[in-house]
């Protein structure tokens, strides 16, 4: 399917550029079909799935789409996007978490960014909870796969903006109390440092999430 609003705002796309552009719309189309989105949350998911399957070439070409939407309308239910094998390898080595259960849940995006796939109902029954899950997981990936010492709470923050969980009255006081990490720095710019059981609570956590059996606690 070419979904018309898409395409009226990269015009005119031509010769190579435009059979990848039009092989990201059927990947990101089918990413939408089986992630079930409803019609209004079309045109968000397509702005995400392009500029994923895009990257840097749809910035160059087509600057319109890989800028337009406010992130904080993007759609609850984020289609699924297909991970990085090296980072997934790392994460799993790190954490003793099955490749296969990784893939599931995450998705590394070409500059090493960290993503969920699916939406956020299966992350817990409340805010909070869906918070730290999102917290715990990201924190986890970033550290065990891309080594970052310090993850920012504003790269949590925003995620749980796109998943439509974020509480602006409680979002503080959730990612203070974030399973495995510890909540540190000045208040306007604060990090989350994994603490000495991170990969055993990030195991633990994505497991419970996909309903996948935990080896060896």
């Not at 079909?33 to 070439?57: C, K, S, T």
């Not at 070409?61 to 406010?70: I, K, L, Y």
């Not at 490749?99 to 796939?117: A, M, S």
């Amino acid at each position: 399917m070419v979904y018309p609003c898409i395409l009226a705002e990269v015009d005119p796309v031509e010769g190579a550029f435009a059979v990848e552009y039009l092989e990201a719309l059927k990947r990101t189309w089918s990413d939408i079909q089986e992630a079930e989105l409803p019609g209004e949350l079309h045109e968000p998911a397509f702005n995400a799935g392009i500029r994923y399957y895009m990257g840097d070439v749809l910035k160059q070409r087509a600057p319109a789409v890989a800028t337009s939407g406010d992130p904080s309308t993007s759609p609850a239910m984020a289609p699924r996007m297909a991970p990085s094998g090296d980072a997934i390898a790392r994460l799993s080595a790190e954490t003793g978490t099955a490749p296969e259960v990784l893939d599931e849940l995450l998705y590394f995006g070409p500059d090493g960014t960290p993503g969920i796939n699916g939406g956020a109902r299966r992350l817990g029954k409340s805010k909070a909870e869906r918070t730290r899950t999102i917290a715990l997981v990201l924190a986890g990936a970033r550290h065990f796969a891309n080594d970052e010492l310090e993850v920012s709470v504003d790269q949590i923050r925003d995620v749980c903006q796109e998943l439509g969980v974020y509480d602006v009255n409680n979002f503080a006081g959730y990612v203070s109390s974030v399973p495995g990490f510890s909540l540190s720095g000045p208040k306007t710019d604060r990090v989350l440092r994994a603490k000495g059981d991170a990969a055993m609570k990030f195991r633990q956590r994505v497991t419970e999430v996909t309903g996948a059996s935990s080896s060896g606690e």
